[in-house]
Every structure is written in C-alpha cells, then in structure tokens.
C-alpha cells in the first residue's frame, strides 16, 4: 500500500510503544514515506532531565531505523497536552498519519475514554491509528465497517475506509470482513413498529434489506473482492453492537472505520457509537474523517499557519473536550 508520505509515530516508551514503531517504520518503507518519531513531554516534568533523555531514546531509534535501510527519518520533541501538541504538530507539518499504542494491561475502555488516543480519534485531521500492544502481525483478521446509505450519492468516506481495508488484508493476506449494520428507515420505520400483519412487516423489511445490500454491493463493485478473502456482514441491528459482536467472534485484529462529525460541531463524533466501540473492543483500530473535517484544535497565535487560540492549553481542553 503506497497511500502514506509523511507518518508521525508517537514513541511514550511505555509498553506498546515498539509495536506502535515497529508498524510505523513498515509502513514508512512500503511507502517511500517520512517517518518522524515524537514524543510528547508533559509541561509539569522537569524539562532538562527529561528532555535530554528522551532526545538521546529518539535519536537512537532514529539511528537504528536508518542502519536498517530506513533513509528519511526524523525525531520531535512536544512539550504539552498530548493530543493538542501531537494535532498541533500534525496540523503545521502535513502528516497524514498518525501511529499510536494503546496502553498494555487494561481494557480498552480504560484506555480510550477521556485518553490521547480518543481525543487524536476525535480531533486530529488526519487517519489515526492505535496498535494493540504485543498483537501479532501480520493481522490475520481485517474488519471494514462502512455505512452505505441507498441513495446517498456521497461515498467518499466509505471509499477511504475500503481503500485503506482491502491495502492491508492485501499486503497482509488477510480475511477482510466488511460488515454494514443498517434497519428499516423513513416513514417504514415507524409502520414495522405498527400494527400490521407479520407477511407486511417481512416484506417492508426485506425491502429495506435489498436496498442496503445494493449500496453495499455498489460500493465493493470498486475494488478486486475476487482478488480478496472476504466475508461481507449485513445484520439488521445498532452499528456498534454489531461491530463490538463481529470483532468478538472473528477475532478480528484490527478494525477500520470512520469517525462522522455532526453538522456545526467539527471534531465529534455523531451519536455514541463510534465511542461505543472503542470501549467494547481489545483490538487495533484505524479511524479516518470525512471530506471536510476541521479540526476543533487551532495552533498558537504567530504560529505559521494557525490562528489566535485564547486562554491557556487548559482552557483550550475545556472548550473542545
């Protein structure tokens, strides 16, 4: 997959931190991208100390990952909030991914909730994704969830999603399953609810079925399925559970999926169910935005690029937490 050209890795030197590298610098190679590797230092640290240590850890990752053939490699040191620093950074320097670890020993949702990584997820423009610590690769098992829409003429966000799914179950011969939860909708939603004969209810319901397994079907007609081991879900129930359900029973190693911003509230997800799943799941998760997003997170005043952002970066968390 040659879909990258400037990768940000954050290396915290906490455990998960070398899986979060390691599949960085692969990418990085299959790609002919830039790699910087960055760490994020807390301003209440003691600056010199700490910083001179982690600028030797950095510059020695650096250093091996050129010996070993990775040429266009470099480090930064980010003094902040994390998820503001690292979006900031990502915002001023044109990353177009960001890799990251969740932290080892707790379920997900311990980690996701109120973590860098949700706030990234939610905020950062560009594709995020956190890596399961000590998870083997390659992956074995590749979840797409997409949202076809019968007659939305607006795919983009699905085709990211595919695009980056079928990459990686190709670079890694991997099953790829691609699941879209979806129910009767419109003013049929409100008549399968009615009292009607059971025969009505299965038709309307099957109607609706037919309809997103068309969209759906529309939507694979772009890529080389054949080429692809791939399983296609299509249950009738809630996005996240069917998700959180499928990811369970396959063993899926890493989901794919998008992150939809209500209209007004740049940075958000819509409703709670991409949250839901990341507090369900114990896998790695690749999340990319629509066309359009913009990030909550705006840099310093003077900063190239930026605009004034009032207040401390404490008041700034509070605004856009």
């Not at 931190?17 to 990418?27: C, F, M, P």
């Not at 949700?118 to 098992?141: D, E, G, I, S």
């Amino acid at each position: 997959m040659k879909r990258f050209k400037n990768i940000l890795v954050v290396h915290d030197n906490a455990i998960g931190g070398e899986d979060a590298l390691e599949q960085a610098a692969a990418l990085a190679r299959e790609n002919l991208a830039r790699l910087t590797i960055a760490a994020v230092l807390r301003e209440e640290q003691p600056e010199m100390l700490i910083a001179d240590e982690t600028r030797k850890r950095l510059t020695r990752l650096a250093t091996g990952l050129r010996q070993a053939g990775l040429d266009d490699v470099g480090t930064a040191i980010l003094t902040g909030i994390p998820f503001l620093e690292i979006t900031r950074r990502v915002i001023r320097e044109g990353h177009d991914l960001v890799i990251t670890s969740a932290e080892a020993g707790k379920v997900l949702r311990d980690v996701f909730f109120g973590s860098t990584a949700t706030h990234l997820m939610r905020k950062c423009p560009c594709p995020v994704w956190v890596v399961k610590p000590a998870q083997p690769v390659p992956y074995r098992q590749i979840l797409a969830a997409v949202d076809t829409k019968p007659a939305d003429t607006d795919d983009h966000l699905n085709v990211k999603i595919m695009d980056l799914a079928t990459s990686l179950a190709s670079r890694d011969h991997a099953v790829l399953h691609i699941v879209h939860a979806w129910d009767v909708e419109g003013s049929d939603s409100d008549t399968v609810k009615s009292e009607i004969s059971p025969h009505q209810r299965q038709v309307l319901v099957r109607q609706h079925k037919r309809s997103h397994h068309a969209a759906l079907k529309n939507l694979l007609a772009r890529y080389p399925m054949s080429e692809i081991d791939h399983q296609v879900h299509l249950p009738r129930d809630l996005p996240e559970r069917a998700i959180a359900n499928l990811a369970k029973r396959e063993k899926i190693d890493l989901i794919v999926m998008g992150t939809v911003v209500r209209t007004g509230i740049p940075g958000f997800f819509i409703g709670n169910a991409a949250e839901s799943v990341l507090g369900a799941v114990k896998c790695s998760m690749l999340t990319v935005k629509p066309d359009g997003f913009k990030s909550p997170v705006l840099l310093p005043h003077g900063d190239a690029g930026g605009a004034e952002e009032p207040g401390s970066a404490r008041d700034a968390v509070r605004q856009i937490a």
